[in-house]
């Protein structure tokens, strides 16, 4: 199975700050990466899909880049409704593994 | 506008049955792939296993291969995912998730609210 890690785990942020999330796989995946967005007591939200593709309907603050391994979220002003923990997935194989989560909260 | 509704969700004993179900709506059910994704109390995301829109083809996590089943029914637009031997660590919330294609690509763009399943003596 493909695993994923995230760094950092948990991050301390302001609004109006540029966030960035890294994601790692532990083989290539070339640009099969998505990112999701998940708030305390809901669902997971598609943000990212394709490593840089943004998903309809998502602020063009949030953007995606990296291919083969290593891959980033940005978030590029934080609002307060970006307080969230923000997953990435891989979409290269079968069993699609998750990372651990990046949890961004208030600093 | 597309929506899943996730029920069937329940405390049952180890060793037990449960079948979850997932209604959708707002959508031509038959023409995409859809998934359950579950997560344990305060723990991340895990998927499970994944069904291609015909249902002719099924995907499951090695934890829970041989135990659940998943299928659909397209004329009633639901999915489904029979577990058995449930576990405690099968404890979580099971949400049903949409792909973007009728085949199963990984990319989840529709989440339902997700269901409770408790596993406990």
């Known amino acids: 199975d493909i695993q994923m890690t995230q760094s950092p785990s948990s991050l301390s942020a302001s609004v109006g700050d540029r966030v960035t999330i890294t994601c790692r796989a532990s083989?290539?995946?070339?640009?099969?990466l998505n990112w999701y967005q998940q708030k305390p007591g809901k669902a997971p939200k598609l943000l990212i899909y394709?490593?840089?593709n943004l998903q309809t309907g998502v602020p063009s603050r949030f953007s995606g880049s990296g291919s083969g391994t290593d891959f980033t979220l940005t978030i590029s002003s934080l609002q307060p409704e970006d307080f969230a923990t923000y997953y990435c997935?891989?979409?290269?194989?079968?069993?699609?593994?998750f990372g651990p989560g990046t949890k961004v909260h208030v600093k | 506008e597309v929506q899943l509704l996730e029920s069937g969700g329940a405390l049952v004993q180890p060793g037990g049955s449960l079948r979850l179900s997932c209604a959708a709506s707002?959508?031509?059910?038959?023409?995409?792939?859809m998934n359950w994704v579950r997560q344990a109390p305060g723990k991340g995301l895990e998927w499970v296993s994944g069904?291609?829109?015909?249902?002719?083809?099924?995907y499951y996590a090695d934890a829970v291969k041989g135990r659940f089943t998943i299928s659909r029914d397209n004329s009633k637009n639901t999915l489904y995912l029979q577990m058995n031997s449930l576990r405690a660590e099968d404890t979580a919330v099971y949400y049903c998730?949409?792909?973007?294609?009728?085949?199963?690509?990984?990319?989840?763009?529709?989440w339902g609210q997700g269901t409770l399943v408790t596993v406990s003596s």
């Open positions: 707002g959508l031509t059910f038959s023409s995409y792939a």
């Open positions: 083989q290539s995946i070339s640009i099969y």
């Open positions: 069904i291609s829109g015909s249902g002719g083809k099924t």
């Open positions: 394709a490593a840089s």
């Open positions: 997935q891989q979409s290269y194989t079968s069993p699609f593994t």
């Open positions: 998730a949409k792909e973007v294609a009728t085949v199963t690509t990984g990319e989840f763009d529709y």
